[in-house]
C-alpha cells in the first residue's frame, strides 16, 4: 500500500521504497535577483521540486554561478530596463518553451531620516523596489495570458505594511509593491493567473548585515546590537532565513495555491499580523 511519509508530505514509500513527488516538474520558473540570499534559495527550492530555473542578476558572472549551482541557465538583465526586461523574458521563452513561474525578487535597502534623504536615495529604491517589479511583472504576464496560466510571486516585506523608522523610502516602494500585486491579481485572475506577495520580516543575509552597519551609522550603537534586537522583537525570537521565504514561495508556485491570488503572505514569526 502507498503509504505517506510521516517526514514530508510530498515523499510516499513502498517497501522498501521512497518516491518523491516534485510539485513543479519541468515547469519553467524565472527569479529575479536570483543569484544570492533569498533568491538563490527560491532558486534551489524550485530546482528541487522539477522546476526548470532560470535566474537573472544585475552581474553577468554572478549569474552565471548562480545558475550553475542550481542546474539553471543565467539570464543577466537590469530590472529597471524595459528594453534589457523584454529581451530576458523573450530569452527565456525562447530556451525553455515557456513562463510558468516568476518570481519578482531583486530588490535593495538603504537607511536615511527622511529629512536627511537624497532624491537619489528615494529614486533608488523605487526604481529597483517598485519599477522594477513592474517592468518584470508585465513581461513575465504578457507571456502568461498568451499561454492561459501562470504564477507571480512578489517579494514584499513586513515593512510593505508597517512603515519603519529611517527607512521611509523603503517601507514606501514596498506598499507599492503590495497594491501592485493586488491591482494585477485582480486583472489576471479571468486567465487563471495567480499573483501573490511574500512579505517576509527581516531575514538573515548579506542586506540584514548591510543593515545593521547602516543603522549603526544612523542610530549610533554597534552593528551587533543591532542585528541582536532584529533578533528580539520578533515573537519567535530569531530573523527569517532565506530558507523561510523560499518555502512560502514554492507554495504559492504550487497546485495546492491555485486558489489563491493577491495575497500578502506574512513570513514574520508573529511580527506582522494583518
Known sequence: MLEPESSGY???????????????????????????GIGLAIAEILAS???????????????????????????????RDRNAVNR???????????????????????????????EEDWDLNFDVN???VFLTCQAAARVMVRQGNGRIVAIGSSASKTAERFIAHYSASK??????????????????INVNCV??????????????????????????????SFHEEIPWGRMAQPEDVAKAVLFLASDEAEFITGEGLNISGGLEFH
Open 199 to 228: 512579505c517576509p520580516v527581516m531575514v538573515e543575509t548579506d542586506m540584514m548585515e548591510q543593515l545593521a552597519v547602516e543603522y549603526s551609522r544612523v542610530m549610533g550603537g554597534s552593528p551587533d546590537s543591532h542585528r541582536k
Open 175 to 192: 506598499f507599492a509593491v503590495l497594491g501592485f500585486v493586488q491591482g494585477l491579481a485582480l486583472e489576471l485572475a479571468p486567465y487563471h
Open 130 to 132: 517598485a519599477k522594477g
Open 88 to 118: 530576458m523574458v523573450e530569452d527565456v521563452v525562447d530556451q525553455f518553451g515557456s513562463l510558468d513561474i516568476f518570481v519578482a525578487n531583486a530588490g535593495v535597502i538603504s537607511v536615511s531620516p527622511v529629512l536627511e534623504m537624497s
Open 10 to 36: 510530498n515523499c510516499f514509500k513502498y517497501p522498501g521504497k521512497e518516491i518523491k513527488m516534485q510539485r513543479l516538474k519541468d515547469r519553467v520558473a524565472l527569479i529575479t535577483g536570483g543569484t544570492r
Open 49 to 79: 521540486e522539477g522546476a526548470r530555473v532560470a535566474i537573472n542578476g544585475s552581474h553577468p558572472e554572478s549569474t552565471k554561478i548562480a545558475a550553475q549551482k542550481v542546474g539553471g541557465m543565467g539570464f543577466p538583465a537590469d530590472v
